[in-house]
């Protein structure tokens, strides 16, 4: 007899092409996952995974046994979702897949009222600049910007719209001028930002009702909206950061909003989920406080 929980293992570690990832979604040591795994396939007669040091995939027999397996373990937790759903208070874990900044900006306000109203929902976000397949990852749903959300996923807004700005110190703009249109920024020292893609972000603008972009270039390039506030602060260049990351340093005069007839229209976060006939209680909890 084969154990269900033996081919969950297997699941997830073939899902996630990764001991290490699958034993910290378990809960377990990448040890005791290898060993379970070991265990199975030799009950089975047959090899499921390729393991090298550097990566871990299905053999085919494996890819085979996934295929079958996914829909059903599917299955079995949506039937189990539904016997939580029965409860009076939400229950189980959730996992989360979203920007840093939309961690900081709308997750981190709102996770004291959320662990009081459901203190036994299991809430573990995990930060990721990059487009993931939430699917695929384990995530049982995502935070992204509207335009890069998949067609097939439900989607609803998450906190207010994000204005972007661009910001200089007076320090700054003292000894270099502020720019009258998008089109001198390539005449100052902008902070820019790279994408996990390694891709340099363009600043975004409108005018006239048409939005266009503008790549920029400066000495200092970061992955981190810390850092360019900081090095903004610092009179090191312009930035383009979120309006509600610079707000207090705008109203305090330590930071000055430059090219404001030309801000381009807000972004709008949402909070997206895979269609299923039963929704996890812990997600629904989570969709509810989002919508407020």
């Given amino acids: ?86 409860q009076d208070v939400p229950a189980g874990a959730l996992r989360i897949n979203l920007p840093r900044s939309a961690a900081r900006l709308l997750l981190a306000p709102m996770l004291g009222s959320f662990a009081a109203a459901y203190p036994r929902v299991q809430l573990e976000a995990v930060t990721d600049d990059g487009l993931l397949d939430i699917v695929g990852a384990g995530f049982d749903a995502g935070v992204r910007f509207g335009e890069r959300l998949a067609a097939d996923m439900i989607a609803i807004p998450f906190g207010p719209p994000q204005r972007f700005v661009v910001v200089a110190s007076p320090a700054y703009l003292a000894l270099h001028g502020a720019p009258a249109s998008p089109r001198e920024l390539e005449r100052h ?13 363009a600043w975004e603008f409108a005018q006239d009702g048409r939005s266009y972009s503008v790549a920029v270039n400066g000495a200092l390039v970061f992955d981190d909206d810390e850092l360019i506030l900081r090095a903004a602060l610092d009179g090191a260049g312009l ?49 509810d406080a989002v919508r407020g």
């Fill in 189 to 201: 020292g902008c902070i820019g930002r790279r994408f996990p893609s390694g891709s340099r972000y």
């Fill in 1 to 86: 007899m084969i154990d269900l929980h033996e081919l969950d293992a297997f699941a997830a570690v073939a899902r996630l092409r990764s001991f290490r990832k699958a034993a910290a979604e378990r809960g377990v040591s990448p040890s005791a996952l290898s060993h379970t795994l070991r265990a199975l396939e030799e009950r089975l007669g047959v090899r499921l995974l390729n393991r090298t040091t550097r990566s871990v995939t299905p053999t085919e027999a494996g890819a085979r046994l996934l295929a079958r397996l996914a829909p059903a373990i599917g299955e079995i937790a949506d039937a189990l979702a539904e016997l939580d759903s029965l």
């Fill in 239 to 287: 930035a383009y950061i979120y309006h509600a990351d610079a707000a207090a340093h705008i109203g305090a005069g330590r930071l000055q909003v430059l090219l404001a007839g030309f801000e381009a229209a807000p972004s709008q976060y949402f909070l997206y989920y895979p269609s299923r006939r039963q929704m996890p209680p812990a997600l629904r909890a989570f969709v």
